[in-house]
């Protein structure tokens, strides 16, 4: 036993060689040697200390549970398993970026989530272009029919219904925690302001809401923002204004487009994110009906025309009924009129009124007319019914003071479209006198006085009046409003709107028996303007109403304009018949949804259009410019759904066990060189 | 070295013309003819005469005898007790150069650093038989030993030395650069040659020992325990470096370095030195 244990030792001993002692000459050369590999083991130890203690504080951070956060820029998907998918396919969405339109992109990103989505997961499809329209009734899990609805979706020419949308997804969610995935391109000014509220109530529910942007780096549209046939003479003006959406400067062609198919071409020059009037002169003769003006712009066609009214423009628009032809040409109201309304005769613009006897009022057509003068007419009772009639249309009618016009020739007849019955007629002063009781400065905020205000206003001062006609005590109202006053406080100029149209009553005359009025330098433009204003608004040819695409239509219809016999039929812009309905007796009102811009036509067939119907898409959709982003709501309301949050734990767990082993590894070669040395 | 090889110098030191230089402490075996008798009688000083001949062209030889220069193994020359050793060849070199440069006519001086048994450490550049046979006594009575210092040996030698001397340094140079190579720059201020002879053992830089063993040093007994094996590529790479120090420094200090393995003829040493090389 004892050489059992003693044996190993010595031969370990035998083993060991004796340590020899050398004389050396190069010691210095040795103390180098080892204050090298020193210096080298110190950096090691030192890098083996913090390799440990790395791993250590790793330890026991991990033991903490630490989680990071941090602000991502839309809320975390994938987490419910309930998701309704809102594809906006509103009018901007056909802005076309590369070779494909926003919504082609909206969709294929949307079939891109869907295929993201776990077996099992639930789905719906709402569009919101025009009017939201959920395509499920409720959430469901057949994929595959989500992939169809969404490849179904289609361009509309409707805004965007955001909100809507949002509502359409609260009620799919049953008001439970879901996702919303928005495809939009958060374009225009309001859209996404808008849905704030309904986004709150979302959100109040559990939901996040996931906007995917779909937009171009630099949206760029142009559009014709508003058109419309001006006051104005014969041949007036068609003024439109063309907004440039973009950031480049840009010289764009605009086309007026004419009921007679007649076009009229002009450029304008629109600066970036600015909009131009253009004013263009219409022909003398042409016909009533919807006119268009169209801008060439690649980027987004749909906005590019803008549909308008435009009534029968052509001669003959002033009658005038002469109550009392003068002895000589010089004494009568036509003599002036003439030369106030068509100082240069018609040829040059001016508009030469048709002048009519009493009798001529049965010629009065809403076609052709659009101003009656009634010049001291004594009883225009039998043609009352027409003249209100004419009037309501859309019709001005001025009537002016005389010597004929009494309280019983008009007062009960014309009740309808006087501003108060007529009194006794009143001097203002001496008749035999020269002069007369000058009118009052009047106010340039009035429509008809505005075109006085750089200069002239005072001319008008000079119209004096010596004898007037004078109205039963009345007050103001929005109808029937005190244009103009004598000195010292008498009505000269009253209006009173009746139905669409207007009447002016002046309570001198046209011509010199009660006042210096015709003679006056303010007397032509005057007269201009106050047939310009009153003959500017649509009259005859049927009613005109302005509607928007993809917005279901309720529009009255004022009774007797259309025939029910036969059966009307409204019209499209494809001239294909489009789906209506007529409500009510004494008014009717007109239901339809307008899929198309464009002219719709309802009236009977074979005969001219009763009512004229301009369709255009929402001029805010043109906007194609990111206002303001939906994340950026969805923060402001709940920003914690932002945050993303990652748990430590695990990969500090890893980290330590990796570091544990790099140092176990490292600490062998360590010490297998080290005993090598050694 | 221009007058090296012919020995040109010789004529001058013969003429009556000769130019005095300055006055010298009498050394034994300095010529008793040099001995200015006047000096003697008024100060009861011994000093010596020393002509422009004798200082202007001198070359000194330095030795170095520390302990370090004791070891060595590979000198072909041997030498009881010290062959094999760095100081054998070095003492060897010294005689060798010595006998040369005497025989060309050059005052020839030597100066020993650290060592024992030197009674004279700083033996003036003369010529002469004579001469050359108090620098071969002198080297022979020579033991390695004690700590070296070439700056304290060198010191003294710079002021001796004109423009055209020649220093001769043979030394493993075994201590810190930057010790002794400010009195490089001494000399090459002065316009001095200065010469340096590397003695290295190749086997001792090697550290071709098999075992791990304990390493001494002569010079102050400092013991080291190193296994050679295990730290043999460290040692190369420090060895390395160390060489690189000093021909660098001496170069750059304007002198010229000659590396001498013991191993080599020293001829091959000494004829690069007469070539220029270095």
Known sequence: ?678 | MDGLITGSHRARRLGANVEFAEFKDYTPGDPLRDLDWKVLAKTNRLVTRRYQAETELACHIVVDASGDLGTGVSASHSRPPLEGSKFGYAVCMAATLAAYLERHGEPVGLHVVAGEGVQYPHIPARTGKRHLAQIFLALASLTPAGQASLAETLAPIAPQTRRRSLVLVLSDFMEEPEQWLMSVRAFAARKTDFVAFQLADRKELSLSFDTPSIFVSPEDGAELIVDPIGAAEEFEEVVERFMSEVKNGIRKEGGRHIMTWTDRPMEMAIGRMIGGQG
């Open chain 1, 1 to 678: 036993m004892g050489a059992l244990i003693v044996g190993p030792i010595l031969a370990h001993m035998a083993r060991q060689k004796p340590v020899q002692r050398i004389p050396y000459g190069a010691t210095l050369l040795l103390r180098r040697m080892v204050k090298r590999i020193r210096r080298k083991r110190r950096l090691r130890d030192l890098l083996l200390l913090l390799i440990r203690a790395l791993a250590v504080i790793l330890l026991v951070l991990a033991a903490a549970q630490p989680r990071l956060r941090w602000e991502g820029d839309v809320p975390e998907f994938g987490q419910s398993g309930r998701v309704v998918f809102l594809i906006d396919n509103s009018l901007s969405m056909g802005q076309v970026d590369g070779n494909k339109s926003l919504l082609s992109r909206a969709r294929e990103a949307a079939l891109k989530r869907l295929k993201q989505l776990p077996i099992g997961a639930e789905v719906a499809v709402v569009e919101f272009g025009g009017q939201a329209r959920a395509l499920n009734d409720k959430l469901h899990r057949n994929l595959q029919r989500a992939r169809s609805d969404i490849d179904g979706v289609q361009l509309s020419h409707g805004g965007t219904d955001l909100v809507g949308a949002l509502h359409e997804a609260r009620v799919l969610l049953e008001a439970q925690p879901g996702e919303v995935l928005v495809f939009t391109d958060e374009a225009g000014p309001v859209a996404v302001d808008e849905a704030a509220l309904e986004l709150e109530l979302l959100l109040g529910n559990g939901a996040s809401v996931i906007p995917i942007a779909v937009g171009t780096e630099r949206p760029r549209n142009l559009a014709i923002v508003s058109a419309e046939y001006g006051e104005g003479l014969e041949g007036g003006s068609i003024t439109m204004e063309v907004m440039n959406y973009g950031p480049d400067p840009v010289e764009a062609l605009v086309t007026v487009g004419l009921p007679d198919n007649s076009e009229i071409p002009v450029f304008v020059e629109l600066n970036p994110f600015e909009s131009a009037e253009e004013q263009v002169t219409v022909p003398p003769e042409v016909p009533g009906g919807v006119a268009w003006a169209r801008v060439k712009d690649p980027h987004l066609s749909l906005d590019d025309t803008r549909y308008f009214h435009l009534p029968r423009v052509g001669a003959s628009r002033v009658l005038v009924v002469d109550g009392d032809p003068g002895a000589t040409a010089v004494a009568s109201e036509i003599y002036f009129l003439e030369r106030a309304l068509a100082p240069w005769g018609a040829s040059r613009g001016g508009v030469l009124p048709e002048v009519k006897t009493l009798s001529g009022l049965a010629d009065l057509d809403e076609e052709r007319h659009r101003v009656v003068i009634l010049a001291n007419v004594s009883d225009p009772g039998p043609f009352a019914p027409k003249l209100v009639d004419f009037v309501r249309q859309g019709g001005g009618l001025v009537i002016s003071g005389g010597e004929n016009v009494t309280n019983e020739g008009y007062n009960a007849p014309l009740r309808d479209l006087l501003p108060a019955s007529l009194r006794k007629r009143r001097n203002l002063v001496d008749l035999s006198a020269r002069g007369g009781v000058p009118l009052a400065l009047p106010s340039i905020e009035e429509p008809l006085f505005k075109a006085f205000t750089r200069g002239g206003r005072s001319a008008l001062t000079r119209m004096t009046a010596r004898r007037i006609l004078t109205f039963e005590a009345f007050k103001e109202s929005e109808n029937v409003r005190i244009l103009a006053r004598w000195e010292g406080g008498h009505p000269a100029l009253v209006e009173r709107r009746v139905g669409r149209g207007r009447v002016l009553v002046w309570t001198s005359t046209f011509d010199l028996g009660w006042g210096n009025a015709p003679i006056q330098a303010a007397f032509m433009p005057l007269m201009q303007r106050i047939v310009g204003l009153l003959g500017g608004g649509e009259v005859g040819g049927g009613e005109r109403i302005e509607v928007a695409v993809g917005e279901p239509v309720v529009s009255p219809i004022p009774a007797g304009i259309l025939s029910m016999e036969p059966e009307p039929i409204l019209k499209g812009p494809d001239g294909q018949t489009v789906p209506f309905q007529l409500e009510g007796k004494e008014e009717l009102v007109l239901r339809f949804y307008p899929k198309l811009p464009g002219a719709y036509a309802l009236g009977v067939d074979g005969a001219p259009p009763s009512v004229w119907i301009a369709a255009n898409v929402a001029s805010e959709e043109s906007d194609v410019r990111v206002t303001k982003r939906l994340a950026t709501v969805e923060s402001e309301i709940a920003p914690e759904l932002f945050m993303r949050e990652a748990r430590l734990a695990q990969p500090l767990i890893w980290g330590a066990i990796g570091l544990g082993l790099l140092q176990a590894v490292f600490a062998r070669i360590l010490a297998r060189r080290e005993h090598e040395a050694a």
